[in-house]
């Protein structure tokens, strides 16, 4: 069967929304925090040279950047279509390549020529180092796109807040270039002490932040829910943390090869003005905001709030829909969605919240909704009498229901 026709069918087989299965991905850098339901033996399965399992991947159509080790199709989400013949599969980057705009709408195929965003779970025990995604033109040099990304913090996959529960971001205001820069130049004389010059802001779950590219953060170790560009760009800055070494090739990541060595490109990498801003908080913190009058949506069994509101690239919604409801959701684009609490019906399909998950296996938790079946209204039911659902929507960028 070609991949446009498992494509296909798999969108008339869910009436335009389609099932996807787990995307699963290692960083070698990371320690994992055990909170996005992977089974415990599973964490390490690819290896110890691999790195823990860290991350899930959500509706992309973008490869990861894990090295020369990195798997085939490596954080490319993938379709599931199942019928009376068994189980195929074809990557969600080719079906919106053959299908185009009855997948993502023609305004952002005609606009992109693809899905520009993904989103993911990130879940690691301890902080992250200090670190940045390139803005465009410094991904050019590598033939990337820069990488805004914003967070928000599921309350479901919290039970605990890691190692480091705080996150930094951005520079102190007062700090010198040459500090910074200084503190680059020693990445490889142990710990290059970075963060002394930035702020820290502690995390709290059910809230997230708006991170632009150009903006140095080191992220803490809550598990986050990240909807971001479709790129997987960025370079380490910070040289040591929580007591692990960071390696070198990793300050370069990002650099093209004839500029490694280049402490000023490293600079221009940083959006200066962006990072020294004093109200960081005021700018970039998001709580979550209501898309309509609250009482109204109890009053037809649900709550609905916008989480990641503030990048035009990219926005996502976190769903409620209240014990013993049906309910009719519209949205005016296209987006992918995880389910995160409770089980039901969301239109034809039958969705769940999985415990506990083994690496290979398939679920019941995401799907991709097609623009169509998003503006005719997707309806959603929940039998339980004491279970809300919750579902956390990820949309690209230019959402026309996006107006605060």
Request: aromatic share 10%; net charge negative; with cysteine.
């Amino acid at each position: 069967m070609g991949l446009s026709s498992i494509a296909a069918k798999a969108l008339e087989q869910g009436k335009g929304i389609v099932r996807l299965a787990p995307t699963w991905v290692p960083r070698s850098f990371c320690v994992p925090g055990r909170r996005i339901k992977l089974h415990p033996d599973d964490y390490y399965v690819l290896g110890g040279e691999r790195g823990g399992i860290d991350e899930r991947w959500l509706s992309s159509t973008t490869p990861a950047e894990n090295g020369p080790l990195t798997g085939e199709n490596e954080g490319l989400s993938q379709i599931v279509f199942e019928d009376e013949s068994g189980v195929q599969k074809v990557t969600l980057r080719d079906a919106v390549e053959e299908l185009k705009g009855e997948v993502i709408g023609d305004r952002l195929w005609d606009q992109y020529k693809s899905w520009p965003m993904y989103s993911k779970f990130f879940d690691n025990m301890g902080p992250l180092p200090h670190h940045i995604h390139h803005r465009d033109e410094h991904a050019a040099m590598v033939g990337q796109n820069g990488k805004p990304e914003a967070y928000y913090f599921p309350p479901q996959l919290n039970n605990h807040g890691g190692d480091f529960p705080y996150t930094f971001i951005g520079i102190a205001p007062g700090t010198s270039k040459e500090q910074i820069k200084e503190c680059l130049m020693n990445f490889t004389k142990g710990d290059n002490k970075i963060t002394n010059y930035s702020q820290a802001f502690r995390l709290e779950p059910g809230t997230g932040w708006d991170v632009p590219p150009g903006m140095l953060h080191a992220p803490g170790s809550l598990c986050t829910y990240e909807p971001q560009k479709a790129s997987d760009i960025f370079a380490m800055y910070q040289s040591l943390v929580n007591e692990a070494v960071i390696p070198e090739e990793l300050l370069w990541k990002g650099t093209p090869k004839d500029r490694i060595g280049d402490y000023d490109l490293l600079m221009e990498v940083i959006d200066w003005d962006l990072n020294v801003n004093p109200n960081l908080m005021e700018k970039h913190f998001m709580r979550p905001k209501p898309v309509k009058d609250v009482a109204e949506m109890e009053q037809e069994g649900y709550s609905e709030n916008w989480i990641c509101y503030k990048n035009e690239a990219y926005s996502a919604k976190e769903l409620t829909v209240l014990p013993g409801q049906t309910v009719t959701i519209t949205d005016a684009a296209a987006y992918g969605m995880i389910v995160m609490q409770g089980h039901g019906k969301f239109g034809e399909w039958d969705i769940e919240t999985p415990a506990l998950i083994r690496y290979g296996q398939l679920t019941n938790d995401e799907f991709f909704v097609s623009e169509k079946a998003a503006t005719e209204g997707v309806v959603i039911s929940n039998p339980s009498k004491t279970d809300p659902i919750v579902i956390l929507k990820h949309f690209g960028p230019g959402n026309p229901d996006l107006v605060l």
